[in-house]
């Protein structure tokens, strides 16, 4: 019996390709390399980015995804004012090339609504193919009435709503609405002067 449940535990771990995490301050050179992949040099450029920029991820809502110690996935989600009504915008959602056919997105797309709803927040919206992500619940239904602060596809503007009618009365511009990024602090000059001296 011992030999048998052994035996199970090492195929169910065999079976597992990757693993979600939170996100770690050890990603992000691996994943602003993988968001440059997916997305080309002038990502920064994107509507999307101008509801992130001098941002902070909502509290709990940054993954990673590692499979074999190498970050393969990332995905955030952000606080916005979608016309006045509270949301989150999700994105960017990148997957290594290599990775693809093993349903990390997917996977990533889930984990991600499921923390998000688990926190509370009422909705999610986001900018991208109306037939994948049907799939986990996205329609333009309810995003008719929101602009975003620069040139988009009306029909890609989607929302999914976690809590009934969360976008009700969602109208107007969406906007940045969470917490600034933490800038990071220069070491005072004496500190590295005593740094460089240690290091020589």
Not at 108 to 128: E, F, P, Q, T, Y
Not at 151 to 168: I, M, N, S, T, V
């Amino acid at each position: 019996m011992t030999a048998l449940r052994n035996t199970s535990v090492a195929l169910i771990s065999d079976a597992a390709p990757f693993a979600i995490r939170a996100e770690r301050a050890s990603d992000v050179v691996a994943r602003e390399a993988l968001l440059d992949a997916c997305f080309g040099a002038n990502r920064h450029m994107r509507t999307c980015q101008r509801l992130r920029d001098g941002r902070a991820p909502a509290e709990g809502l940054a993954f990673s995804v590692v499979r074999q110690g190498k970050l393969v996935g990332t995905v955030r989600l952000w606080h916005v004012s979608a016309g006045g009504v509270p949301a989150l915008v999700l994105g960017p959602l990148a997957v290594d090339s290599s990775c693809r056919e093993l349903g990390i997105g997917a996977a990533l797309m889930n984990h991600a609504l499921a923390a998000a709803k688990a926190r509370g927040h009422g909705a999610v919206i986001l900018l991208g193919d109306a037939p994948y992500y049907a799939r986990f619940g996205f329609a333009a239904l309810k995003t008719g009435e929101l602009s975003l602060p620069g040139p988009f596809e009306r029909d890609r503007l989607l929302g999914l709503e976690l809590r009934q009618g969360a976008l009700d009365g969602a109208w107007g511009m969406v906007a940045p609405s969470g917490a600034e990024a933490p800038q990071a602090r220069p070491r005072p000059a004496g500190k590295t002067r005593r740094l460089a001296a240690r290091a020589a």
